[in-house]
């Protein structure tokens, strides 16, 4: 947010720039008539309210949650202002002097910035920063100091208001990097264009210059608009994506070279009245927009940009417009405005309310207080002189920037050294930006596959590989399915019995003696082959009658023993082959002890040989495979088996299911055709969770009208699973289900575990996710949707199935709180609404109905109250009104109430009311909602125990 010289505020001393702007009245260059600047008091008095919006966002007032819009319009300024100087020396001048204007740029920025960050350093080593900002300033002082700041922020990830951790005292800082990077790229655009050779006249070439810059707003608020669908914390941080606001500055200054003043009487009043609604309309766009509007992206940043552009246009005019915004305040608070937007967030988050005890408006009054004397004196003491006076030429200017650099990162080494590690919910919270949890990766899935060649091909190498631990039983050239005689495709015919009527025992034996979890039985080629079921009967192929029964009751069979085992058997289905090579060399079956029985069995072999097919790949019609495929799928459905149709998923593979990289011989895999296989694998079994059907449906969330039908009944309680009985000699596992408060209960549960090793804990908390689903939301005054996989009946069916918990805790606070926007509602609405109250009613009996259904004994925890935001300045926020957590207690013991021996009640919330410092205890909780990992443990000693006794009551 810096100040460009031109137009010096009033009282300072213009500089050599200035004063050639203002020489320039009248000069011509190759037509080209130019207007002075000078200093334009109007300007200052932009600057002033513009950072005085930022002041009122950053103070949190509900009335300007778009008060961020200030540093819009200061980039749109920056951009005018610039350009402007720009234009003017090279029409003096024809060219620029580089050097000298970014060592404009630097005295006018660096020192104040830096002097700042050692300001924050110093605060810091005198602790007032927390750990976790102290760490954020390890990274952000490096980039801070390099004017790169806004890409750390995207390359960390970092989002501007953050929800689970204090702002770093320099995240401010982004915006001076977006300036800085366009000091630098700006004038290389400009003089590119304007010094090209060959181009034409000035005129020509200042025309051509517009119709860049009119492109390349285009193409920057086109990849705002498109990059914020993905990520807005991306778009709003990113150079490229608000270049377009600083571009435009610079477009109106290339309008307004040749005349900054409307000289005709009417079209200034119009222009000022111009002026007037586009003021009016930037100070609603403060009133309305979120950081989270998706309207903002772009069209938001666009209209502040070209409502900027009027205002600046008429405040060029003398008019009372003009007069209004040249104040004597504004005019002192727009010279002093690039340290009072400095100083200011440092002593912002310094200055908070619970450090003070202030109410908001006369904490405001004291942050003024302190931040606008601050500025003032560094202003006159450090702004002016090294702007104005400070004359360092060559290698001077390098080695003092050095050392002043060196001095800092020393001196945020040491205040950040040997920090703490990070928090539990710092640590959870980086893990996923979508999903954050802290579930340890599921136990390997012990798998048995049986098969011909193509399934060795898949699972050939035993062992563990990804998440199956396999072993891999596959005969090649032997079918699922035993009877007869089998054509080859060389030619050759054997009998079906002769070599593989014992590995079907094999099979059988290997699941007896490993006892996977799964057993995957996978289609055969072979089964595909023409037969011959007797000496009498005619040879056939695999779509008649007879062979189409034999193969479903063959293979039934087989299921059948497999299943006798007590091992799931998962069927799976055979894809195309397209296989070009005869069989190998089959060894001849061992000769028949009694000479007749040999004799007898060369006849037969003799007899089934007439007749048959001859050489042939049955296997590479795709009409048999499928016809094959349905018979499986067939078997499956009849034994109440899962069916896995592999088959249809390498028709999917991007290149088709011949794949030469993935399948060279058109029958088997390679190993990253096999890797691929393997993973789909998994990702199926995992997802067939054994969860009654009833309870998954009564999980499903409701269409969009039906949510706060009042009409609409309450989900009824299934049918009672038996509770999963609780032993002695077993540790019982511990699921634990909610938010990111959930997840300090969690892990405060997870060192008692480790201490007592009388629990198992799986830490399953869902970070920015709700129990009652669906639509939008208000959150410390910022707008926001929640996510698809907030959909709890998406992620507790694998939780219960890969864990299997004997004890389910169930917490969710803030988000069923908040300000809501639910599907099919046009308002805003929040617990107490007897709509809003009956919809989380109807949500919690669904997630405790989905959560026991597998026998697990659910347990709600009560919630102590709360008050948001704390660490960033918030206060009185709507969610944290008790009455709200009230409410929300008195709902949860209704549904527990609604599910007797099933759920029962935890009362946390009071026990924590009657703790030292009550459940707002700002040790315990410095946001105000989050627990510290100091604490959490001391929470633990007391759930843990009160779980288990209530475990044992159901």
């Known amino acids: 947010m810096g100040t460009a010289d031109v137009a010096a505020p009033s009282g300072s001393s213009p500089t050599s720039a200035e004063n050639t702007s203002t020489q320039l009245s009248g000069i011509r260059l190759q037509g080209i008539p130019v207007a002075p600047l000078g200093q334009v008091s109007a300007l200052d008095g932009m600057r002033a309210l513009a950072v005085l919006a930022v002041l009122f966002y950053h103070a949190r007032f509900r009335w300007l949650p778009g008060g961020f819009l200030g540093v819009s319009a200061f980039f749109t300024l920056s951009g005018f202002l610039i350009t402007s100087l720009l234009l003017r020396e090279w029409v003096s001048a024809g060219k620029l002097d580089y050097r ?26 005198a602790g007032v920063w927390d750990t976790e900002q102290l760490r954020d300033l390890r990274s952000d002082v490096p980039y801070s100091l390099l004017s790169l700041l806004n890409w750390h922020f995207i390359r960390a990830d970092r989002s501007y208001g953050a929800q689970f951790a204090a702002p770093s005292p320099l995240e401010h800082f982004w915006s001076l990097a977006v300036e800085q990077q366009f000091y630098v790229i700006l004038p290389l655009i400009v003089m590119g264009v304007l010094l090209l050779k060959g181009r034409g006249t000035q005129r020509k070439r200042l025309r051509l210059l517009a119709m860049v810059l009119s492109g390349l707003i285009v193409l920057s608020a086109t990849a705002n608009g498109l990059l914020a669908q993905g990520a807005i914390d991306r778009s709003y941080f990113g150079t490229e994506t608000r270049a377009a606001e600083i571009l435009m500055g610079a477009l109106l200054a290339c309008f307004t070279l040749r ?141 003092a920037g050095a050392a002043a650099a060196v001095v800092v990162l020393v001196g945020s080494f040491l205040t950040t050294s040997n920090l703490d590690k990070p928090s539990s919910l710092r640590l959870a919270s980086a893990l996923s930006p979508a999903v954050s949890t802290t579930l340890p990766p599921p136990a390997p899935l012990r798998t048995l596959s049986i098969g011909d060649e193509f399934i060795q091909s898949v699972t050939a190498t035993a062992g563990e590989s990804g998440g199956l631990q396999n072993s891999a039983h596959g005969v090649a050239h032997c079918g699922l399915a035993l009877g007869g005689w089998v054509s080859l495709s060389d030619g050759r015919v054997e009998r079906d019995a002769e070599r593989c009527a014992g590995v079907r025992q094999g099979w059988i034996s290997s699941v007896q003696a490993e006892k996977p979890e799964y057993v995957l039985v996978v289609g055969s080629i072979r089964d595909v082959s023409p037969r011959r079921l007797a000496i009498e009967s005619p040879w056939q192929l695999s779509d008649s009658p007879q062979i189409d029964d034999l193969i479903r009751t063959d293979i039934a069979d087989l299921v059948d023993q497999l299943s006798a085992t007590g091992t799931k058997v998962v069927l799976l289905s055979v894809p195309h082959m397209r296989n070009t090579a005869a069989p190998a060399v089959i060894p001849d079956p061992a000769p028949e002890p009694d000479p007749d029985r040999e004799v007898l069995r060369i006849a037969k072999g003799l007899a089934a040989l007439q007749g048959a097919p001859g050489p042939g790949f049955a296997e590479n019609e795709d009409f048999r495979i499928d016809r094959y495929n349905a018979l499986l799928a067939e078997v499956a459905q009849t034994r109440g088996l899962q069916f896995l149709d592999l088959a249809t998923a390498m028709q999917r593979w991007p290149k088709g299911e011949f794949d030469s990289s993935l399948r060279p011989d058109g029958v088997g895999v390679s190993a990253s055709g096999a890797a691929l296989l393997r993973e789909w694998i998994e990702e199926q079994l995992r997802g067939a969770v054994n969860v009654p059907s009833a309870a998954a449906e009564l999980a499903t969330l409701p269409q969009s009208g039906g949510v706060l039908d009042l009409q609409r009944p309450l989900p009824e309680a299934p049918v009672v699973t038996p509770r ?25 549960l997870e060192k008692w575990a480790e201490s007592t090793k009388q629990i198992s804990v799986f830490n399953a908390a869902q970070f920015g996710c709700p129990i009652a689903r669906g639509g939008g939301f208000r959150f410390q005054q910022d707008l926001d949707s929640f996510r698809d996989d907030c959909d709890w009946s998406r992620q507790i069916p694998g939780w219960l199935n890969g864990f299997q918990p004997d004890i389910v805790l169930l917490s969710s606070s803030i988000w069923e709180v908040v300000d809501r926007r639910f599907p099919g509602d046009s308002r805003f609405r929040h617990i107490g609404d007897p709509a809003v109250d009956r919809y989380i009613l109807s949500e919690f009996l669904s997630a405790i109905d989905l959560l026991a259904s597998t026998g697990a004994r659910v347990q709600v925890l009560t919630q102590a109250h709360i008050n948001a935001g704390l660490d960033q300045g918030f206060s009185n926020l709507p969610e944290s009104d008790p009455a709200r957590i009230d409410r929300l207690n008195q709902i949860l013991a209704e549904a527990v109430s609604l599910r007797p021996g099933v759920a029962t009640l935890v009362d946390l919330g009071s026990w924590m009311a009657d703790q030292p410092g009550g459940d707002l205890n700002t040790e315990a909780r410095p946001d105000g909602l989050h627990y510290t990992d100091e604490y959490s443990p001391q929470i633990a000693n007391w759930l843990a125990p009160e779980v288990l006794r209530a475990g044992n009551q159901l």
């Open 259 to 399: 005349r900054t003043q409307v000289y005709s009487v009417v079209l200034q009043r119009v222009l000022v009245l111009f002026g007037i609604l586009a003021a009016c309309i930037t100070v609603w766009l403060w009133h309305v927009a979120r950081l989270r509007s998706d309207w903002l992206y772009p069209w938001g940043f666009l209209l502040t940009a070209v409502c900027t552009s009027v205002i600046i246009s008429a405040g060029l005019q003398k008019s009372i417009f003009s007069r209004a915004l040249s104040l004597a305040p504004l005019l002192w608070l727009g010279r002093i405005s690039y340290g009072v937007y400095l100083l200011h967030w440092p002593i912002f988050l310094w200055l908070t309310p619970a450090r003070t005890g202030l109410s908001q408006w006369p904490l405001f009054g004291l942050r003024l207080a302190v931040t606008l004397p601050c500025a003032a004196i560094m202003f006159r003491m450090l702004e002016n002189p090294v702007r104005l006076g400070l004359r360092l030429k060559g290698r001077a200017v390098l080695v």
């Open 100 to 125: 000298r204007f970014w060592s404009r740029r630097g005295r006018r920025l660096l020192p104040a910035a830096w002097v700042t960050i050692a300001l924050v350093i110093a605060m810091g080593a």
């Open 724 to 748: 999963r009985q609780l032993s002695p000699q077993v540790r019982p596992s511990v699921l634990v289900v909610g938010d990111s408060v959930a997840h300090g209960y969690g892990f405060g």
